[in-house]
């Protein structure tokens, strides 16, 4: 495969540390071998240096360091157990703008299943800045005021997961969009979700709405929603991940736990990473199947709902409420 020079005025990017790295690289090459003819760049975005191997480099994704983390400890960004570099995100439509006008920012532990990234990046975000998809526990629920909106008592708005985020990079920095999030924090407002909070809570008015199969989060209670929509990317946003032990137990794919476990022996067989075990499948008996069923045909309604609003996969919502 042959990959251009990195010219493009897109980008997909990770913002990792050293122990996200192998995860970021799983992800990253699923989406470069989708799409081998891609007008995209692949850029993995950290504080220091990373060591990224041959193999990905060969892909065309590249390392960029981002001088930036004695000024995201002035900030005082709450942390909690997440690492700093979560909030270089923030940053990303200012510091790479010059360079690409869209940035599509991809969490670490995102599996792209699609070669379809390059249309994505050319969706119609209308007055939106930022797009992205309603959090998980909005699906049932479209308004349900949750995470900071419920502490603080705002209703009426969608609240999108920053696991995967479309910025449109001159609206971003025509607006002050930074500044705004940066000033928000500052208000001492106690906040949960982290950088999630802070886009959220600042620009609630003017955040654009992307199809679902953008972030497809993992809920093992609905696990057959998921093998009936095919989604673009998935986003294995709970605490168990596939490639962890418990894996079986979240109703993952047994394959898709192997796939992470073939992919750290071939290139990171030296890291401290622990391997899914070959075990169970998503379904162990006839009453968890049934169980499993009843409880999908439950809530049809409200997957039809949430999906439905979407002409197709590649319209937006840039209304603030419905």
Known sequence: MTI?????RKALVYC???????FALFSAEQAALGAPQRDFDILICSLTPLSIPAHFTA???RGEVIDLAARLERESLPQNALPLICYLRLWLPELLGDRYDRLLYLDADTYPQTDRLSDLFAVDMGHGAIAGVRDVQQWRKLFL???DFHHHRIRGYKYLNSGVLLFDCPQYQSRDCLARLLKQNATGMKTTQHDQSLINLALKDELAELHPTWNWQWSRRFALF???????ILHFCGPHKPWQPSAPNENYRRDLALEYQRFFRAHFPDRDHPAPLPQGEYIRSPAQARSLLFHHLRHIGAYKRLTERFPSEFHV???ATE
């Open 4 to 8: 251009p020079s990195p010219t493009y």
């Open 16 to 22: 990792v540390d050293e122990n996200l790295l192998p």
């Open 59 to 61: 892909l065309g994704i």
């Open 145 to 147: 005021p949750i995470h």
């Open 226 to 232: 998921t093998q009936m929509s095919h989604p673009r």
């Open 317 to 319: 919502l840039d209304k």
